[in-house]
């Protein structure tokens, strides 16, 4: 069974996606910022039999990101899958022409160079054929025609697909994939509840990539389908 860290996995869709892989049989590393929502996410999936065990991982914290991998090195000895999932969508991100540099910087900050910088610091205990999954959104797409809403957070989403072709060509040689999804829209605290998708459907591509026998690397996919940058 795979050793598989998800961060931002305190609720929503890294909560479903950390419950579906415990069921599973695997390994599963529950990180949040917040040791306390942590270790609750873990109590409640224990209730149903489901273990999970806790870290404390801040994507936007480099020390707190070492802290979590020094961890994982001790207790596991290795990482077969790292999906990034946590990230932020601020209520003030209404647009790029006019919003405060701050807003930008920080969405950036947490969508885009947290998970870069979670993947460079769990590389070193990734053997061949472990795999990353970047959660993205098709709001980052280039060529889906969606736009007018978050555009800090589409522009972080761009950016982490980007992040993920190049990935995906440099760790090629180590036989790892990088791969990013689009969980589609998703009833959760970001999503909101006019949202059309459960947290099960949100859920499903992540745990797929995470899983499945053969997904190839250096792609985009939703709804367990590959869809254009
Ligand atoms: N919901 C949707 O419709 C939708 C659509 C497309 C893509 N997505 C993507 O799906 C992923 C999960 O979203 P969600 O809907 O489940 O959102 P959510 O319910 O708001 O959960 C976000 C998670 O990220 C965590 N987080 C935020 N900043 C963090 C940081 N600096 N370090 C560590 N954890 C941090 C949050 O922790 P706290 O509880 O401590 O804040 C929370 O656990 C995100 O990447 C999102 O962009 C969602």
């Given at each position: 069974m795979a050793v598989i860290l998800v961060t931002g996995?305190?609720?929503g869709i890294g909560f479903e996606v950390v419950r579906q892989l415990a069921r599973a049989g695997h390994r599963v590393i529950l990180a949040a910022r917040d040791a306390q929502k942590g270790e609750a996410a873990a109590a409640l999936l224990a209730k149903d039999q489901l273990a999970a065990t806790p870290v404390v991982l801040d994507v936007t914290d480099l020390v707190s990101i070492e802290k979590a991998a020094h961890r994982v090195k001790a207790?596991?000895?290795?990482?077969d899958v790292l999906i990034n999932n946590a990230a932020v969508l601020l209520k003030?991100?209404?647009?790029?022409?006019?919003?405060?540099?701050e807003v930008l910087h920080k969405t950036m900050r947490t969508n885009m160079f947290g998970p870069v910088a979670v993947t460079r610091a769990f590389l070193p205990l990734m053997p061949a054929g472990a795999r990353v999954v970047m959660t993205s959104?098709?709001?980052?797409?280039?060529?889906?025609?969606?736009?007018?809403?978050s555009p800090a957070y589409c522009l972080s989403k761009s950016a982490l697909n980007a992040a993920t072709r190049h990935l995906a060509f440099e760790l090629r040689s180590r036989n790892i994939s990088v791969n990013s999804y689009c969980p589609g829209w998703v009833k959760t605290d970001m999503g909101?509840?006019?949202?059309?998708?459960?947290v099960e459907q949100g859920s499903d591509t992540a745990v797929w990539l995470a899983t499945a026998e053969k997904t190839g690397t250096g792609k985009f996919y939703r709804d367990r389908q590959e869809m254009p940058w």
């Open positions: 996995a305190n609720k207790e596991f000895g290795k990482l003030e991100d209404q647009s790029l022409a006019t919003g405060t540099a959104s098709g709001g980052g797409s280039m060529s889906d025609p969606v736009g007018g809403w909101g509840k006019s949202a059309p998708r459960n």
